[in-house]
């Protein structure tokens, strides 16, 4: 679609790995989202869940956003708010947020670093 358009907004509503993906699934995932130039891309509670995927390790070169997650202790978000961007002269924002009953899982964001 990029070759096609490079003004195409590319955008992902999250959700990216199954309960059940395995690591090396996972990065294969990240690597084909990598490949096509994603814009911005929302954090879904599935992309959190699991230790091994943390932000950190595997989702800190992509262009996730979420506007609602907080870290429990003082310092930056994990992932920024919005982003804005520039497609044929025009300014776009683009922002995500998670539902909150996601959180009611017991996810822990400390341990997302």
Do not use: W
Not at 22 to 43: H, T
């Amino acid at each position: 679609m990029r070759a096609d358009d490079p003004e195409l907004l590319l955008l992902d509503t999250g959700d990216l790995f199954g309960v059940e993906d395995r690591l090396r699934k996972a990065e294969a995932v990240l690597e084909l989202y990598r490949l096509a130039s994603y814009d911005l891309i929302a954090l879904g509670d599935q992309d959190l869940l699991r230790g091994e995927m943390a932000p950190a390790r595997l989702l800190e070169s992509l262009p996730f956003a979420c506007a609602n997650l907080f870290p429990l202790e003082e310092g930056l978000p994990p992932f920024p708010a919005a982003r804005v961007l520039t497609r044929r002269g025009v300014k776009v924002g683009l922002t995500a947020v998670i539902h909150p009953d996601c959180f009611e899982t017991g996810l822990d964001l400390a341990a997302l670093g």
